[in-house]
């Protein structure tokens, strides 16, 4: 029985300016306006900063000026903001990590798991060790990071997830693997997908196409924002999803495991 309220999504797929975050903040507070209404704002994998391997220059504190702009913002537009930056944790360590803010200027947070050693980031940040699954609005979330969605382990649904979501920098050479990955992690975990990526070149000369998407439990498309540059909207119909589930429940027979 679903008695979960739809969920409104504004995806903000943008260029990004490289190593400069007050000037991605001033670009995507622009922006943000238009994002007035939905329940949940995502923005692209190192929003503030491109995706770099610089963390000891670029990293901020955990109450840093990004993470303090992330809330107001939250607090301004009544929705829960996420999008990942370089954090440099209490412990020292840096970290690719997505912070979810709530309008009541509570944060919660994911850190990257799955680091792109192609890029050399394994060299530059720890990584994450758990999954987190959000709520909101009776909705369970679940936040990764890029290079995250070739790793289905990861990925698979281990709570009831309801919307997969994927933050990232996703290199337009790649960009047949992130349109077919997406689809499958829907499909299985029978759940809504939506990633967010960006589009331009970054300081290192990596083009980025965007094909920011929503897919709905079935891998069928519900917003495709191509090549565009702004704020796309969607919301997503928690009725569908919970007959859907009931009508072809292959949950209940997925193989059990567990995370090392």
């Known amino acids: 029985m679903n008695d979960k309220p739809d969920l409104a999504l504004a995806l903000v797929q943008t260029r990004l300016a490289w190593h400069d975050p007050a000037a991605n903040r001033a670009h995507f507070q622009a922006l943000l306006a238009q994002a007035r209404g939905a329940d949940l704002v995502i923005l692209p994998e190192m929003f503030s900063t491109g995706f770099s391997m610089e963390s000891a220059a670029l990293a901020e504190p955990e109450d840093g000026p ?27 360590s840096y970290r690719n990590r997505l912070l979810w803010a709530r309008p009541d200027g509570s944060l919660a947070h994911y850190d990257k798991r799955h680091l792109f050693r192609m890029a050399g980031e394994h060299k530059h940040y720890a990584a994450g060790t758990e999954q987190v699954l959000l709520e909101l609005k009776g909705w369970r979330v679940r936040p990764l990071i890029c290079y995250d969605l070739r790793f ?61 998407q929503v897919l709905d439990f079935q891998g069928e498309p519900l917003l495709a924002a191509e090549a565009g540059d702004g704020v796309f909207r969607v919301t997503l119909n928690a009725g569908e999803l919970a007959a859907y589930r009931e009508r072809f429940p292959a949950h209940l027979d997925a193989d059990d495991f567990a995370l090392k």
């Open 66 to 92: 990004t993470t303090s702009w992330l809330r107001e913002q939250a607090r301004t537009l009544g929705a829960t903001i996420c999008g990942s930056l370089i954090i440099q944790a209490a412990d020292g």
């Open 152 to 212: 289905p382990v990861w990925s698979r649904d281990a709570g009831g997830t309801d919307l997969l979501l994927y933050t990232a920098n996703w290199p337009a050479a790649r960009r047949l693997h992130w349109n077919r990955l997406l689809p499958a992690r829907a499909i299985e975990n029978l759940c809504y997908v939506t990633a967010v990526n960006r589009i331009g070149e970054d300081g290192k000369g990596h083009a980025y196409a965007g094909d920011s």
